[in-house]
């Protein structure tokens, strides 16, 4: 079973996909019609794991997930339109007559047709590059125009910061100024083409949209995208890509792909533009996703630049030109090294495996439970003192290679449990030990136990972050559950608990991507929305506010299920818990060192800088960084940024090293006044 921040059940699934890229689609596939909506709404409400009927809610959501699909940068639809096409998309989900779609058709083509006009207007004869701009990207905390005035001065600061762009990457004004105008009316015809009949898919992906943030319907286009994605011949950059609000925004970078690889890219990273080996960069801004994929996509060997527009303590526009190539494996594999420290002085050693996601093959050929168990066997034999397991970059991945990893610090028990619709639960642990089934309301199902001698039973501290997703918040929320690690990192991990399947529908019609159940840890409580809590927490590697589930839109609520930690009767673990006395003393020794650590008290002062500007580009300040890159000595080669990448880290990993010896010494210190019987 796959599972990831972004991806979905994948063990009942295989033959579905398997169907799924072995039937070749229809090169004209035809587009959903309107008929067939009230059955496809029906079908999702029927799979879903929490929605089960029609709501005023759910009609709500959906007319504003229409709206936001129709124009998701806000620069067609005054907000008069936006109002009046409300009660008219919503008429559409009560009586199923899709015919007012025609008026809302009618409404965009005005609009970008008027966008064209105006954007002509202001770049006539007169026009001159203003640095004093300032424009919000954040689409959410902007408002529609009411005017055409306030229309128009909105269109010149859009325009403006993409001639900039253009300018900051050679090209001459005259020709930027032409690029606008052919861009917009490009903008136009696409949204001529985009007929009301096409808008019926729109309807139908917006519905999907507004059940929870991970169900959506995958029309033919976009369900022949996902065949591409499981192919393993893909070559491209190894990034998951998103629309948001119309920017391409980096939601995940794959373990062992060039975009992680480089260590320049980061999610949430906004693609502003995108150009070929030897060619001057496109504008992508507003661009259909799939378009910008395809730019993207290409063969192994060759070369894409992307322009990246990151907001921190600065505005940064960065290019990152990545080779195009297949996943490397070998990037995925987890890793182990080893920092020593000494106190009073006593040497200590201590171990850090850092593991980029949960892989393996169906051949099993290649297994990361295998391998930290190799990991943790080279580390008992160096006598470690202790282990940090680095999670704090693991988006997911294979659910049975995390629940068995996880046993190679717990032993036997249960390691997480899922529910579905109808509440039936299933037990995922290893062994049997104290994890009964309970008829038809709760099964099990055991991997096989772990050989006593390749436990590691040592302290451990398990590094997180709001990146940790899925599969890696199932294996620290049970080693929490058990009192069995430290988890140290950012306030809490992403929180994306839900479990989707992916149900064909006719061939020509594509498929719908359904949530269908929860994840629960051991101790009952879901993972879901507010992820795993931090013992000890730290500052945050870069402004993440944006990022984790509690952040997207309609996310469902934390539930609980009664806790399955039982483990064999009059066992007891093989380990020293973590009790609450502890977690809290050595989050207090944590919390000193961070408020006197400088290059911590850097990382605070460039994320309260950040979050004060959240949303605003001025021009100035991307012609004042192009100008001191440019005016460098000698310009930073891309091994010098990915080291400054990774030294941006070490701070982290040294204080989750730091939090493991007070918990070494803090033991032994215990031990040491400790009365003697």
């Keep these: 079973m796959f599972v990831s921040k972004s991806g979905f059940s994948m063990r009942r699934l295989l033959p579905i996909l398997l169907m799924i890229l072995l039937l070749p689609l229809s090169a004209t596939a035809a587009n959903l019609s309107c008929s067939r909506l009230p059955t496809l709404m029906k079908s999702f409400l029927t799979n879903h794991y929490a929605m089960k009927s029609m709501s005023g809610e759910i009609g709500t959501h959906t007319v504003d997930q229409m709206i936001k699909s129709l124009d998701p940068a806000k620069i067609l639809l005054y907000g008069s339109d936006a109002e009046k096409l409300k009660p008219v998309l919503q008429g559409i989900l009560l009586s199923g007559d899709c015919s007012t779609l ?20 202001i770049l006539g004869p007169d026009d001159r590059l203003d640095e004093t701009i300032e424009l919000n990207v954040d689409v959410d905390k902007r408002s529609y125009a009411n005017t055409t005035a306030e229309k128009q001065e909105l269109l010149r600061k ?23 105008i052919h861009r917009f009316e490009l903008q136009a015809m696409r949204v001529v083409e985009h007929t009301p009949e096409k808008l019926v898919t729109n309807v139908a992906e917006s519905f999907a949209r507004a059940l929870d943030p991970h169900t959506s319907y995958l029309s033919a286009e976009n369900l022949e995208d996902l065949r591409i994605q499981m192919q393993l011949s893909l070559e491209g950059i190894g990034a998951s890509l998103s629309s948001d609000n119309g920017f391409t925004v980096i939601e995940e970078l794959i373990p062992g792909g060039g975009a992680e690889r480089s260590g320049l890219l980061r999610p949430k990273d906004k693609i502003i533009a995108v150009a070929q080996e030897g060619e001057k960069p496109v504008d992508v801004i507003d661009m259909d996703l799939r378009d910008v994929i395809k730019m993207i996509r290409g063969k192994k060997g060759t070369k894409v630049t992307l322009t990246i527009l990151r907001q921190g303590s600065r505005t940064d526009r960065i290019d990152v030109t990545i080779a195009r190539d297949k996943i490397d ?22 171990g850090i495996i850092d593991l980029p996601s ?3 093959d169906e051949q099993e050929t290649k297994s990361s439970y295998e391998d930290v168990k190799k990991l943790l066997a080279e580390a008992v034999r160096q006598r470690v003192d202790g282990m940090v397991l680095d999670l704090s970059r693991n988006g997911g991945g294979l659910l049975g290679e995390a629940v068995r990893l996880t046993g190679l610090f717990l032993g036997q028990g249960g390691i997480v449990a899922t529910r579905d619709s109808r509440g039936r639960e299933t037990i995922l642990a290893n062994g049997s030990a104290g994890v009964r089934a309970e008829g038809d309301r709760r099964r099990v199902l055991n991997y096989p136990a772990e050989n006593s ?3 590691y039973h040592g302290p451990l501290v398990v590094l997180t972050s709001r990146l940790s997703a899925s599969a890696s918040e199932i294996v620290a929320g049970a080693l929490k559950d058990y009192q069995r690690a430290v988890i140290v990192g950012s306030d809490r991990t992403f929180g994306k608990g839900s479990v989707q399947e992916i149900i064909p529908l006719a061939r020509d019609l594509g498929a719908m991507k359904v949530t269908t159940g929860l994840y629960f840890l051991p101790g009952g409580k879901s993972t879901q929305k ?21 952040a997207l839109d309609y996310p469902l609520p934390v539930q609980s299920i009664a806790p399955f930690l039982a483990r064999q009767e009059k066992a007891t673990p093989a380990w020293k818990p973590i009790d609450e006395p502890m977690r809290a003393e050595l989050a207090a020794r944590s919390g000193n060192r961070v408020a006197k650590d400088a290059k911590f008290a850097e990382i605070i002062k460039n994320n309260k800088e950040a979050a004060a500007k959240k949303g605003i580009i001025r021009l100035a ?3 004042k960084e192009a100008q001191k890159e440019n005016g460098a000595k000698q310009k930073e080669t891309p091994t ?7 030294e941006l880290y070490l701070p982290f990993i040294s204080e989750s090293v730091n939090v493991l010896l007070d918990m070494v010494t803090l033991r032994s210190s215990q031990r040491l006044s400790s009365p003697v019987q």
């Design 102 to 121: 025609q008026q809302v058709y009618e409404v965009l083509v005005a609009r970008a047709q008027e966008n064209v006009t105006l954007v002509k207007k």
């Design 158 to 180: 859009l325009v403006q910061f993409q001639i900039q762009n253009a300018l900051l990457a050679g090209i001459g004004l005259p020709e930027a100024q032409k690029r606008q």
């Design 329 to 350: 494996i070998k990037e995925q594999e987890a890793k182990i090294s080893y920092e020593a420290r000494t106190v009073n002085g006593k040497l200590y050693r201590f």
């Design 358 to 360: 949960f892989y393996g």
């Design 453 to 455: 001698r390749t436990l």
């Design 530 to 550: 507010m992820g795993v809590e931090a013992d000890v927490p730290l500052p945050v590697w870069f402004l993440l506010e944006d990022i984790g589930e509690s």
């Design 621 to 623: 300040d991307l012609r």
């Design 640 to 646: 010098e940024l990915k080291r400054k990448a990774r």
